[in-house]
């Protein structure tokens, strides 16, 4: 779990520094001022090109016994001031030290792919709390250390990802977030729980850019 806070501690870190040394103007502007008002424009006129944004995160998780790491490209619609869904895939890689003591000291070392929908609800403009369904289809790979014997499993599973982020979200603008989540299923296979069941936390950070609106 400490080294889960002092990599949260970091990526924190980066984004301060990130957002000190850089003065991203919108992605597109209609108002001379630079002023993102077509941006936040939710009128109900249908579907706006400009509300589409795309982006990805990279995604880490850590324990005591486990590495995590993936890759999530995800695209979205910002359908108003508070709400934004859409899709994402994710690639993730797992690693399950070796340890008589904490799995019969068998290796494992695992590759997921898979995907699904996500919404993230802003209660404000820096905030938000995002849930994410994910079907995953995983190759595993076991070494019995006591034994010197190699083993492999196909399976898959599903998990249900929950947690809370931060950003400074402004429509039309590209922006930067961070992100913890953990999976509130209790799948044995899922890529976000260790050997014994036990949640990993993940840790994603990532950037969001949204699509220029069509030209007149």
């Known amino acids: 779990m400490k080294k889960t806070i002092v990599a949260l501690a970091l990526i924190f870190a980066v984004y301060h520094t990130e957002a000190q040394r850089r003065n991203i103007p919108p992605t597109y502007s209609d108002n001379p001022s630079g002023e993102p008002a077509a941006a936040e424009s939710f009128d109900g006129s249908g579907f706006k090109k400009e509300h589409v944004f795309v982006g990805g995160s990279l995604a880490l998780g850590l324990s005591n016994y486990t590495f995590n790491l993936g890759g999530t490209p995800e695209i979205g619609y910002s359908i108003s001031k508070w709400l934004d869904a859409g899709l994402a895939v994710n690639l993730n890689y797992q690693s399950v030290r070796a340890d008589p003591y904490y799995n019969n000291n068998v290796r494992q070392r695992s590759f997921n792919y898979g995907g699904g929908p996500f919404v993230r609800l802003y209660p404000v403009n820096f905030l938000f709390v995002q849930t994410q369904f994910e079907a995953n289809w995983i190759k595993y790979n076991f070494m019995d250390m006591n034994s010197n014997t190699a083993s492999s499993l196909k399976t898959s599973s599903s998990s249900l990802l929950a947690g809370i982020g931060y950003s ?21 296979y899922s890529p976000y729980r260790d050997y014994n069941g036990q949640v990993i936390p993940i840790i994603r950070a990532g950037f969001n850019f949204y699509l220029h609106p069509s030209k007149k």
Not at 179 to 184: G, P, R, S, W
């Open 168 to 188: 400074q979200r402004i429509i039309g603008q590209s922006s930067f977030y961070t992100l913890v989540m953990i999976d509130l299923k209790a799948d044995p």
